[in-house]
């Protein structure tokens, strides 16, 4: 049986760069983007540890108040919220479409798979052209339980009725890596510029740099 491929969607497949003018035009600098998406993470984290939950977008706002804060900068209501909705608007890494493709016509079942809210993610895939290659689209926020709690990989395997082991998560990040190989899913690194795995936890079965390179080493394990 071919393993279910779990698509994580920010950074991994949509191109979180595309943010970096509108962190130009209000901080200065867009290397911000990289703290603020920092922040975000954390403060995700925050509420996994704690059990206290909020939704994806939530914390994203309140992310980047905090770094507007570090920063001493005001931002008007009107400017957050032009920056917040063009994450819905980011455009896929360049070798997405081809290869999320490549993977349909050998066979595989396909699902994205974030700590978003469906109705976000619905709308960054369809907004980046690539939606109609998912067989579904999954959301932790089913489970009240951000990635990497195993809750939300235990939901995405139910969602096809399989076992953990029976699927795969393909991300471009360690931690989301890490939560689900310990939740018993297999996994793909896909380590993009600036991202590695960290040496603390179990390592993926496959790595490439880019995910031509994680399609390629994924349909020849199944042969």
Known sequence: MKKICLFDVNETLLDLRALDPEFERLFGNA????????????????SVITDTYQPF????????????????????????KTLLSKITQLPPHP??????????QNGYTLAAFTNSTAAVAQMQLENAGIVQFFDKVLSADTVKRLKPAKEAYEMAARAFNVE?????????????????????????FIARPGMVLDPLYQQPEIIGKDLREVVDAIIEQDR
């Open 31 to 46: 290397a911000v983007r990289k703290e603020w998406f920092g922040q975000f993470i954390q403060s995700a984290f925050v």
């Open 95 to 104: 070798e997405v479409a081809e290869n999320l493709a490549r993977l349909k």
């Open 164 to 188: 953990t082991k029976n699927t795969r998560l393909i991300a471009a990040h360690a931690w989301d890596i890490a939560g689900a190989l310990r939740a018993g899913c297999s996994g793909a």
């Open 57 to 80: 977008g939530v914390i994203g706002s309140a992310a980047f108040d905090m770094i507007a804060e570090r920063y001493d900068i005001t931002i008007s209501e009107e400017d957050k």
